[in-house]
């Protein structure tokens, strides 16, 4: 659990600061306030698992059974976090309600803040609110000495994960899910994929370093190392970084419905490897994920990567 100083500076950096319109505000206990936090957590799994668009900001009773129902035939594999180990937080436009966020009240033990559960409601979208949401949080665990925010997102999630990599995001692992990162280091990822060509970038300021080329060749896939990620390689000091910039590439490419076994041994030694970070091992937990969302009846939006 954080020290009470750095608590201290994380909730108040939190509540006086402001990106634009878009702030942070403690959610009290108070019933009512608690009944529509818990409307942006019903209306966020409904949408997530299954891509049904409700606004919880007008809530019926009906409405709330419906999504109990509809999630009670279908439980959704998100994370559960005890309520003891967060703070909540309103996210507010123009001083309104406009969606939800939850802080950490612990360190992941890496230097980043653990988020849970952003969500903005839908009238409130497509203007910036969860981009100005993470860039506070951001701000928030920077004033608590922590270097960025992290939270794990679920494969069937593939908008916000498509949605948080175009926003600078780097895939630190997976294992239930996936966990991504922001701010552990100082400089961008740049994913581009042009048909059967991808490549990986490292960006600071006007400064860009090419770090993989990647290429899709039928049910295979070329993944070229530049020099300069091999130099990174070398410098025990920047491994992190090295793995965290190719798993994000792995996992631009899953969503993309590449294929991501490169040789047969690369496949045969991801069985045995399966926490490594490489795309034979993404593969394998991509597989166990969609299989297990299958049998949810999750639908899963996008392109699919192909079995090997």
């Known amino acids: 659990m954080f020290d009470d100083d750095r608590s201290t500076r994380l909730h108040h950096t939190l509540r006086e600061s402001a990106a634009g319109a878009v702030r942070l505000a403690p959610v009290s206990a108070a019933f009512a306030e608690n009944e529509r936090w818990v409307d942006r957590e019903l209306a966020a799994h409904v949408e997530a698992w299954h891509g049904e668009f409700d606004d919880p900001a007008v809530f019926s009773d009906g409405d709330r059974a419906r999504c109990h129902a509809r999630l009670a035939a279908h439980p959704p594999p998100s994370p559960v976090v005890p309520e003891a180990f967060y703070t909540r937080w309103w996210v507010t436009a123009q001083g309104r309600e406009a969606g939800v966020?939850?802080?950490?009240?612990?360190?992941?033990?890496?230097?980043?803040?653990?988020?849970?559960?952003?969500?903005?409601?839908?009238?409130?979208?497509?203007?910036?609110v969860a981009a100005d949401a993470l860039g506070l949080a951001e701000l928030g665990a920077r004033a608590a000495g922590l270097s960025g925010v992290r939270l794990e997102v679920p494969w069937g999630w593939r908008r916000a994960l498509r949605y948080l990599l175009a926003r600078g995001f780097w895939v630190r692992r997976w294992a239930r899910h996936l966990t991504l990162q922001r701010g552990a280091f100082g400089s961008r990822l740049e994913v581009a994929v042009d048909g059967d060509d991808a490549s990986l970038t490292l960006r600071e300021g006007a400064w860009r370093e090419p770090l993989v080329r990647a290429t899709r060749v039928e049910a295979r896939l070329a993944w070229e190392r530049t020099a300069a990620l091999r130099a990174m390689m070398a410098d025990p000091a920047r491994f992190a970084e090295v793995t965290d910039a190719e798993a994000t590439l792995a996992v631009a490419l899953a969503l993309e419905g590449w294929p991501l076994v490169r040789n047969d041994d690369a496949w045969r030694r991801s069985e045995s490897v399966i926490h490594a970070v490489t795309p034979e091992s993404l593969l394998r937990r991509v597989l166990a994920w969609e299989d297990a969302l299958s049998l949810r009846g999750v639908r899963l939006d996008g392109p699919r990567v192909p079995r090997p």
């Open 101 to 128: 966020l939850a802080t950490a009240r612990f360190t992941s033990g890496d230097g980043l803040l653990p988020l849970f559960g952003l969500y903005v409601d839908p009238p409130h979208r497509r203007g910036g």
